[in-house]
T-cell receptor
């Protein structure tokens, strides 16, 4: 499709498990962002890629969170030893580097029991 | 660090009426962009309107317009002729332009829930 695609749409896991969330950006978009959104709140920045490298990972809350974008396209957000506080919607967005305008996917809702 | 503040957690308006959503921001930068995004219950964030800080003219997009007051660091959204489909959460957002194609992260406000009543 033409938009940002995120999988899975919903993920339910148990505390302590490992989770991967995938983002497929719009073709040709060099910048890719991950945000986390708790219920009723604004999205909170996690990490931003320019190409394959993380340009800013200052929003990752701790070392249980890690993201990669090995070929400069698809990105995976990885969460180790999940905790109940990790439950949220994880949003991915991409942009052309010269616009600053982000295009968002529909998000992956993570529930940690 | 940049901050974005939306002081109205909830707003409501009658269909066909006009409503204004408030947003203020704090930054020491001079070159930046401001956005209003809409997030309906489907979760997907949709861009409503964007404003470049170097432009004095307020942006408009059909029924949506902004009142950008750079000195006051204020960026409000006016929705005219409100429609039922405008019901959503609205986020004000800020992004810094470091020059050319170099951008920082998009920083969001807390959001305002807008309900349009028939």
């Amino acid at each position: 499709g033409a938009g940002v695609s995120q999988t899975p749409s919903n993920k339910v896991t148990e505390k302590g498990k490992y989770v991967e969330l995938r983002c497929d950006p719009i073709s040709g978009h060099t910048a890719l962002y991950w945000y986390r959104q708790s219920l009723g709140q604004g999205p909170e920045f996690l990490i931003y890629f320019q190409g394959t490298g993380a340009a800013d990972d200052s929003g990752l809350p701790n070392d249980r969170f890690f993201a990669v974008r090995p070929e400069g396209s698809v990105s995976t957000l990885k969460i180790q030893r999940t905790e109940r506080g990790d439950s949220a919607v994880y949003l991915c967005a991409s942009s052309l580097e010269n616009t600053g305008e982000l295009f968002f996917g529909e998000g992956s809702r993570l529930t940690v029991l | 660090a940049q901050t974005v503040t939306q002081s109205q957690p909830e707003m409501s308006v009658q269909e066909a009426e006009t409503v204004t959503l408030s947003c203020t921001y704090d930054t020491s930068e001079n070159n930046y962009y401001l956005f209003w995004y809409k997030q309906p219950p489907s979760r997907q964030m949709i861009l409503v309107i964007r404003q470049e800080a170097y432009k004095q003219q307020n942006a408009t997009e059909n029924r949506f317009s902004v009142n950008f007051q750079k000195a006051a660091k204020s960026f409000s959204l006016k929705i005219s002729d409100s429609q039922l489909g405008d019901t959503a959460m609205y986020f004000c957002a800020f992004i810094f332009n470091a020059g050319g194609t170099s951008y920082g992260k998009l920083t969001f406000g807390q959001g305002t829930i807008l309900t349009v009543h028939p």
